[in-house]
């Protein structure tokens, strides 16, 4: 259809310590925010399971989903970001962040120790999206 826009149909960040730590303690952080599901997933792994150690879906209020979502894409414009937000570092973590669209395409970012434009403040719209156990890890 002609003029149709892409929508931001899920957004995911993948964030992993690339610190020395005991196998048992949680080394990766999967946070997926669905827009049709109107639900946010947190997955935390350790180093002893491929399997996630914890993996808790939380519902949310649909205009908050659709805030969220609006904000991405107008606010924050993640469909702009660069491809590479990468520092070289020897120690720290590293983040991977993907976009899918509503044509199923997937805009895909990854980084180190830096947040990208606006990952501050997705960020705390995602801690805001739920009561987590333990709070996802995400740009930092």
Not at 5 to 22: A, C, N
Not at 97 to 112: C, L
Request: net charge neutral.
């Amino acid at each position: 259809m002609l003029g149709t826009t892409k929508r931001i149909v899920l957004f995911s960040i993948d964030w992993q310590s690339w610190d020395l730590q005991h196998i048992k303690e949680i080394s990766r952080h999967l946070t997926i925010v669905c827009r049709d599901k109107c639900t946010v997933r947190h997955q935390m792994f350790n180093g002893i399971y491929k399997s996630p150690y914890r993996d808790k879906e939380h519902l949310i209020p649909q205009k908050q989903c659709d805030d969220f979502f609006e904000y991405l894409n107008n606010e924050a414009r993640v469909s702009d970001w660069r491809d590479d937000y990468c520092v070289e570092v020897c120690d720290g973590w590293h983040w991977d962040a993907r976009i899918r669209f509503s044509d199923n395409t997937v805009k895909h970012t990854e980084g180190t120790v830096e947040a990208p434009p606006y990952g501050r403040e997705i960020a705390s719209l995602i801690l805001a999206l739920a009561e987590y156990s333990k709070q996802p890890r995400l740009f930092r």
